[in-house]
């Protein structure tokens, strides 16, 4: 795919979503941060719910601390791998307080640094909470740059770089954002909606899917 069709496609995305940002329901730096932590493997919609009935209660480093794991439990139960994730939290929490004032870190390495964030979270957090032109690639992203020729690659790593090559300056900052809600509404993952899709005719994809026959 060539630059001038990339620049197009990203101009039709910011025409259809000019403001794009996550789904996650946050305030906060910290907010956000404890959020996609706990999204690994879960729908933005079960985060959602819980965190709805959590942040009233305790949505600071101390406040989550103090509740301890078997307290946070009992908020994110609903959520997979939520054992796992409660641990990683108060742990997070810790060192937040211990290490960082309470406060999230604007470094990727900090942030990695902490239980249950990598790399993909760590650029969630630099791009939506800091405003850095970074790009997380999920499996949203993956398949979309892959499917569409944006940014073909054998692992996120390889399409995380392509991306933040390949992409215009100017739409660096949110083509995270539009890329995903694409993968996640339009460029599903079994049927896409190709007949409604605004990059249709730029985008590489063969087995372009045909308006679905009434009643089906």
């Known amino acids: 795919m060539n630059a001038a069709t990339r620049c197009a496609i990203f101009q039709r995305l910011q025409q259809a979503n000019p403001t794009p940002t996550t ?3 946050y305030t906060t730096p910290f907010e956000l941060l404890i959020a996609v932590i706990l999204s690994a493997q879960a729908t933005d919609v079960s985060v959602n719910k819980a965190t709805r009935l959590l942040y ?14 078997e307290g946070l439990t009992a908020y994110i139960r609903t959520i997979g791998l939520y054992r796992t994730k409660a641990k990683n939290v108060i742990e997070t929490c810790r060192i937040l307080l211990a290490e960082h004032q309470g406060l999230v870190p604007r470094t990727r390495d ?7 964030v990598g790399r993909k979270t760590a650029n969630v957090v630099l791009n939506t909470a800091f405003g850095e032109a970074t790009i997380a690639v999920d499996t949203h992203i993956f398949r979309v740059s892959n499917r569409t020729g944006i940014a073909p690659g054998k692992n996120v790593d390889i399409v995380e770089q392509k991306l933040l090559k390949n992409v215009p300056p100017e739409f660096q900052h949110d ?29 590489e994809f063969r087995d372009k899917t045909p308006l679905p026959a009434k009643g089906v």
């Open 175 to 203: 083509a995270h954002h539009w890329l995903i809600l694409h993968g996640r509404y339009t460029c599903t993952a079994r049927k896409p909606a190709c007949w409604n899709c605004v990059i249709a005719d730029l985008c």
């Open 56 to 69: 009233p209660v305790a949505n600071t480093p101390q406040a989550i601390f103090h509740l301890g794991v």
């Open 23 to 25: 789904e996650l329901e």
């Open 110 to 116: 900090a942030l990695q640094a902490l239980p249950g």
